[in-house]
């Protein structure tokens, strides 16, 4: 949770300020004699650390308690918000104090205090107390800034150039502006978006770190902008600035190739507001007064690469003493600028960087690099031409059955950087606006030698702290979750796409529906999927269908689709799970009613059976089995949606307590219930399709009776072994198969169809070598061929949801559905699948929670975390005779409570702290050694 767009001088700035005030507290904290092993740290404002473009008007305020000590939990809490660092630990001018409240409650918790204004900073600190009546010193001091809260607050004029004609696909404008500033800086803060992706400089500095800002938004109603402190980058005297625009999301070519989606002309709003050390303002704007260039960026898209002919730099050109006499001047334009809104999401930023593993030359004589990752990013190099030339970059997933470079499944995205060189000595480059799917390199144009040297490859994504950490004594599962954290990566590009190379990068809401929970587990992703869920209401048809893409670059017609439109109810009520966040339900809440309103006006008697439907996508369609036995009924599935979506709105009622409507939807959920068995279950609990989605979708949405249920998931299993088990599941019943293979007795089938290396399974993708998840259960298939290049993507998270009963179930990390966010958290372990191992922890909003298990001789070792002002409920699997922990019979020790055995599983209760369990376990089946 470390989003911050901020400049490394006010980090440092605001370090010292940090560090400075910790060394008060602690000495204010020994005089009151508090211990010192009991602190409250990691202070976030709506999931960031000193966010500086708040529009909340009640932010939220989270902290995590730090101690060593067992079975803390926080009494009661209070802070401090004031209008400057040191005075607020002083308790003076305070904006705001909560008092000392009663409350257990260490995340989200709300400002209550006056309303805030534009720009606003404020400074603020907690303290805690806890059940042994201890009390933390108060905390570091962290703040939040305000964003600009209305629209007058922009002085600035949208600029754009003069060109008259469509220019899509052509030379990226540059604008740029000098200006003077006569006094000494205390601060300077640059408001600034974009029609189009933008790169800002001043002084010949870039600003901030982020990558196609502003982001993808449903433009129209929605657009961010981005906050950069950029004292550090500005100087008394002459100073200039420059922007660079490129097609972007706004107007470069998206699915069918259709261009201008939000617009023709690219277009820049900056606003840069500085404030003198005498407290004057300034205020440097974008109006007539900038000058517009072209230069070297030729082209550039998403999809097609970037075309940069370096001999049209100009060099020096966001600095003042630059001659722009020949430059434009650009035209102001009217624009709205009435959806502007701050950036609450992660920005996208550079992260790993990959060096060739391979430099080599194919059987069809290409010089091709691999850096043995299929990632998603740009290369960057360091090489040394002659003037003019001119070398080709092509990017590639996979490799043929011969070894040669293969692009077939780009479709007509050309993924191609073109650079021309400006000079006869050595020259860097990186590209700006585009990014590209890849693990091969194809170089073309240039003879020297490659390699680390020289060349590397760097991923880009959506800054979101890795959170989530799994692994087993099995490399091949390794490698899974490996791959799920690369598709996840390589997908959350600012929205969630359902591939990053071909002609598509959609947020498909079907994969992300499939994808969302698993995501949870890996990655900080609340403020991601709060900030595109915003542009779901915004996109949602006004009958409530909710569009197959968001944002919404398809049919601007009403177009929904069950399993995809449900992101609308599944998203939401997955953030509130994994985050606590009830916010996130209140802000979507109409959305989701809406959405199961849009289905009850397509449906007859409770039955919705009409209107397209993608069904089980890429479902296993056989090749050895008979073709189709895996087709389930799309219809089927449609009612199975409907009641889920239902579900999980009477689930949001409650939460915001919404009485009239918990007793409205649980009668419609009921009929839709009974209308789901009439049409589609027969009386003895058989499915009108015998599949395993289909058995899938009725056990896990609760669909059948409860006396059918048993005989149901027998069936599955039946099935299941029918096909030697394998897994037969499209993106529709992928996610939740293994979690009702469990639910129901059933786990060592859930192990056989993880553990099974043969396809379709998870493990044959790895076996052939992948690094991401593919879109095909058989993208290679077994005789090295590929499937149909017009959809197969080695890319493509959706199946990789597998990772969410990975953790929940192998390493049996859970939150308590009454206690979310991981308040109440459930430990339950299910070792199998011949695994001697399996572990995993997870960062949540009260700190590191961890289960790691082994097994060794029938001996059972499991070591837990839960942190701090958490409580857990610990299931020991398969005990047979006496338990310890640290050495000790459970039942002497006080901080364990509840013990209880029920069957083989041995249930307690246990408060904050380090546990470390060994028993003997009960061997259980063939899957467990
Ligand atoms: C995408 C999928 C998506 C699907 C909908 C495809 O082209 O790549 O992942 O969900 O269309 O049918």
């Known amino acids: 949770m470390n989003y911050i767009a901020e400049t490394g001088a006010l980090k440092k700035a605001g370090l010292s300020i940090v560090i400075l005030l910790f060394i008060c507290c602690r000495g204010f904290a020994q005089a009151q004699n508090v211990p010192v092993n009991f602190r409250v740290d990691n202070l976030i404002c709506e999931y960031k650390i000193n966010p500086i473009a708040v529009d909340a008007a009640n932010p939220r305020m989270s902290w995590k308690l730090i101690t060593q000590d067992r079975n803390i939990q926080q009494t009661y809490y209070e802070i401090r918000v004031g209008t400057n660092a040191v005075s607020l630990t002083k308790g003076k001018d305070l904006i705001w104090t909560s008092g000392k409240v009663p409350s257990d409650e260490s995340a989200h918790v709300y400002y209550g205090g006056p309303m805030l204004t534009s720009r606003e900073k404020c400074y603020w600190q907690v303290r805690v107390w806890n059940n042994k009546n201890q009390v933390t010193p108060w905390s570091m001091v962290n703040f939040?800034?305000?964003?600009?809260?209305?629209?007058?607050?922009?002085?600035?004029?949208?600029?754009?150039?003069?060109?008259?004609?469509?220019?899509?696909?052509?030379?990226?404008?540059?604008?740029?502006?000098?200006?003077?500033?006569?006094?000494?800086?205390?601060?300077?803060?640059?408001?600034?978006?974009?029609?189009?992706?933008?790169?800002?400089?001043?002084?010949?500095?870039?600003?901030?770190?982020?990558?196609?800002?502003?982001?993808?938004?449903?433009?129209?109603?929605?657009?961010?902008?981005?906050?950069?402190?950029?004292?550090?980058?500005?100087?008394?005297?002459?100073?200039?600035?420059?922007?660079?625009?490129?097609?972007?999301?706004?107007?470069?070519?998206?699915?069918?190739?259709?261009?201008?989606?939000?617009?023709?002309?690219?277009?820049?709003?900056?606003?840069?507001?500085?404030?003198?050390?005498?407290?004057?303002?300034?205020?440097?704007?974008?109006?007539?007064?900038?000058?517009?260039?072209?230069?070297?960026?030729?082209?550039?898209?998403?999809?097609?690469?970037?075309?940069?002919?370096?001999?049209?730099?100009?060099?020096?050109?966001?600095?003042?003493l630059y001659k722009d006499a020949t430059w434009d001047t650009v035209k102001t334009d009217e624009s709205i600028k009435s959806n502007l809104i701050t950036t609450i999401g992660p920005t996208v930023k550079k992260h790993e960087k990959f060096l060739p593993l391979k430099v080599f030359t194919t059987p069809a004589g290409e010089k091709v690099i691999d850096f043995g990752q299929n990632l998603v990013g740009w290369v960057q190099f360091k090489l040394k031409a002659k003037t003019g030339d001119t070398i080709r970059l092509f990017h590639a997933e996979v490799l043929d059955q011969k070894g040669n470079f293969y692009t077939k499944n780009l479709r007509t995205a050309k993924q191609e950087i073109t650079y021309v060189f400006k000079s006869d000595s050595v020259e860097s480059y990186e590209p700006h606006f585009t990014f590209q799917g890849f693990r091969y390199l194809k170089v073309v144009g240039y003879s020297g030698p490659l390699d680390s040297t020289n060349i590397a490859a760097y991923a880009l994504y959506s800054d979101m702290a890795q959170t989530g950490k799994f692994s087993t004594s099995n490399p091949l599962v390794n490698q899974l979750q490996h791959n799920i954290q690369w598709g996840q990566k390589g997908n959350f590009i600012d929205v969630p796409t359902d591939c990053p190379q071909r002609d598509e990068r959609m947020g498909w809401t079907g994969d992300a529906q499939a994808f969302v929970r698993t995501a949870t587990f890996n990655m900080d992703v609340a403020g991601f999927f709060t900030k595109w869920l915003k542009d779901l209401s915004a996109d949602q048809h006004r009958d409530g269908a909710v569009p197959y893409v968001i944002p919404n670059v398809l049919d601007s017609v009403s177009s929904a689709a069950s399993g995809w439109s449900d992101v609308a109810t599944i998203a939401p009520w997955t953030i509130y799970l994994a985050y606590g966040d009830k916010q996130v339900l209140q802000q979507q809440y109409e959305s989701m009613k809406a959405w199961v309103g849009y289905i009850q006006l397509h449906s007859r008697n409770y039955l919705w059976d009409t209107g397209n439907h993608f069904g089980d996508w890429l479902f296993y369609a056989g090749t050895n089995y008979e073709d189709g036995a895996a087709l389930t009924d799309k219809n089927l599935i449609a009612q199975a949606f409907y009641a889920y979506s239902t579900q999980l709105l009477i689930n949001a009622a409650r939460i915001l307590k919404r009485g009239d409507d918990v007793q409205k939807y649980t009668q419609l959920l009921y009929n839709v219930k009974k209308a789901f068995q009439s049409e589609y279950v027969t009386p003895n609990g058989r499915m009108i399709s015998g599949t395993q989605t289909s058995y899938v979708l009725a056990l896990n949405f609760d669909l059948l009776p409860e006396n059918l249920r048993e005989s149901a998931a027998k069936r599955l299993v039946n099935n299941i072994q029918d096909y030697d088990e394998h897994i037969t599941t499209g993106f529709l019943g992928t996610p939740y198969i293994c979690h009702v293979l469990s639910r129901f007795g059933h786990t060592d089938i859930a192990y056989d169809l993880l553990m099974k290396e043969s396809y379709p399974s998870w493990l044959y993708p790895v076996k052939h070598g992948a690094t991401t998840i593919w879109e095909r259960w058989d993208g290679i298939k077994p005789d090295g061929s590929f499937e149909d290049p017009g959809m197969n993507s080695f890319n493509h998270y959706a199946y990789g949801a597998i990772g969410d009963w990975m953790y929940r179930v192998i390493t049996g990390i859970n939150t308590d559905e009454n206690s979310p966010g991981f308040h109440r958290i459930i430990i339950s372990p299910h070792p199998g699948g011949k695994l001697t191992s399996a572990q995993a922890e997870l960062e949540t909003l009260y700190g590191r929670v961890k289960s790691a298990w082994s097994i060794d001789n029938g001996i059972f070792t499991l070591d837990v975390i839960v942190p701090p002002n958490a409580t857990a409920e610990i299931v020991l699997p398969s005990v047979t005779d006496q338990i310890t922990e640290n050495g000790l019979d459970i039942n002497t020790e006080k901080e364990i409570t509840g013990i209880q055995k029920i069957g083989n599983d041995e249930h307690l209760n246990v408060g904050s702290g380090t546990y470390h369990f060994v028993y003997t376990l009960k061997t259980f089946g063939k899957h467990v050694n």
């Not at 754009?160 to 200006?179: A, C, E, I, L, V």
């Not at 938004?217 to 100087?235: A, P």
């Not at 972007?248 to 989606?261: A, I, L, P, Q, S």
């Open 144 to 320: 939040w800034k305000m964003g600009l809260l209305k629209q007058e607050d922009w002085s600035a004029k949208w600029i754009q150039d003069n060109y008259q004609s469509d220019t899509t696909g052509g030379p990226s404008p540059m604008f740029r502006k000098t200006f003077k500033l006569d006094r000494k800086i205390r601060a300077a803060h640059l408001y600034i978006t974009a029609h189009g992706v933008f790169e800002a400089q001043i002084n010949g500095k870039r600003v901030g770190n982020d990558y196609f800002a502003p982001g993808w938004t449903s433009y129209n109603k929605r657009l961010q902008y981005q906050v950069y402190d950029v004292t550090s980058l500005l100087r008394k005297g002459e100073n200039a600035t420059g922007v660079t625009i490129g097609d972007g999301w706004y107007r470069g070519y998206t699915y069918n190739r259709k261009k201008n989606v939000y617009g023709k002309k690219l277009a820049l709003l900056y606003q840069l507001e500085i404030v003198y050390t005498n407290g004057k303002r300034e205020l440097i704007t974008s109006d007539k007064s900038w000058k517009v260039a072209y230069g070297p960026i030729r082209s550039s898209s998403f999809f097609d690469g970037e075309v940069y002919d370096a001999r049209k730099e100009k060099s020096g050109w966001t600095e003042p």
